[in-house]
Nanobody, 115 residues
Framework: QVQLVESGGGLVQPGGSLRLSCAAS????????MAWYRQAPGKQRELVAH???????NYADSVKGRFTISRDNAKNTVYLQMNSLKPEDTAAYYC?????????WGQGTQVTVSS
């Protein structure tokens, strides 16, 4: 069983920044890829950013150049640095990892971009 706990969401003005954190339970965090997804009201959940166990990353086209995913294996934590935020980034953000055929999700953290 894996537990994921997100934090760092909030209300920010357009052009602002936030850093999301996701703390994972377990001692083998470093062996698994991690990802951030988001879901806006009335829309499907979409992949925002992904990081492999080796640190390779990829991003949704809509966030490339603005968001950065990183991980600290010593802290069992994955981060999402979000810069130049836009109103369309407003969503609930979820941390994810897949292990042994099972999908694990955090409870989500709300990001609202509004003036």
């Amino acid at each position: 069983q894996v537990q994921l706990v997100e934090s760092g969401g909030g209300l920010v003005q357009p052009g602002g920044s936030l850093r999301l954190s996701c703390a994972a339970s377990g001692s083998i965090f470093r062996l698994y890829a991690m990802a951030w997804y988001r879901q806006a009201p009335g829309k499907q959940r979409e992949l925002v950013a992904h990081i492999t166990s080796g640190g390779s990353t990829n991003y949704a086209d809509s966030v490339k150049g603005r968001f950065t995913i990183s991980r600290d294996n010593a802290k069992n934590t994955v981060y999402l640095q979000m810069n130049s935020l836009k109103p369309e980034d407003t969503a609930a953000y979820y941390c994810n990892t897949d292990r042994a055929g099972a999908r694990y999700w955090g409870q989500g953290t709300q990001v609202t971009v509004s003036s």
